[in-house]
């Protein structure tokens, strides 16, 4: 009963912990922005831009795969960590939100 109080409190709060990360990073930092652009400021190198810009929310998606990863990994391991394995197992709420802030952001 315990165990499942647990699990039912750790997930919502790691999707909130990923939905704040991912909102935190994709926000721009207002106070390191110059207040208006130097007129002798060179343009920006390659290597100032972001690695990969046509792929939208790096973070919700690196989250997404890092869940599956850790998923996998537990339903191959050796011990039962006595009956949590089987508990973190269900990892599908959590992939399952991320899944749908990847949809609402098509629509």
């Given at each position: ?25 994709a ?18 190198t ?35 960590f ?26």
């Amino acid at each position: 009963m315990k165990t499942r109080i647990v699990s039912d409190l750790a997930l919502p709060s790691l999707i909130l912990a990923f939905a704040f990360l991912a909102t935190a990073l994709a926000a721009p930092n207002k106070a390191n922005l110059p207040a208006a652009p130097a007129a002798n400021a060179l343009p920006a190198t390659p290597a100032a831009m972001p690695a990969d810009p046509a792929e939208p929310h790096r973070q919700i998606r690196e989250a997404l795969a890092a869940l599956r990863r850790a998923k996998e990994h537990m339903q191959h391991a050796a011990h039962d960590f006595g009956g949590h394995r089987v508990e973190a197992i269900e990892a599908n709420q959590a992939i399952k939100q991320l899944e749908i802030c990847l949809k609402y952001d098509k629509d």
